[in-house]
């Protein structure tokens, strides 16, 4: 019963781990898109 527990546990870590790096991926991704947006749209304004 115990290497249940032990196993859940550790697929759980390693959801949790990806989920971090796919969030932290999303974050570089949106700030690089939001980055480039804000650059389009100040040359669009000169």
Known sequence: MGGDTETCCHA???MAAI???FYRFNFKLFGITLT???HLSLSHLK
């Open 19 to 21: 989920n971090n790096l």
């Open 12 to 14: 759980g870590n390693r």
């Open 36 to 38: 480039a947006h804000g």
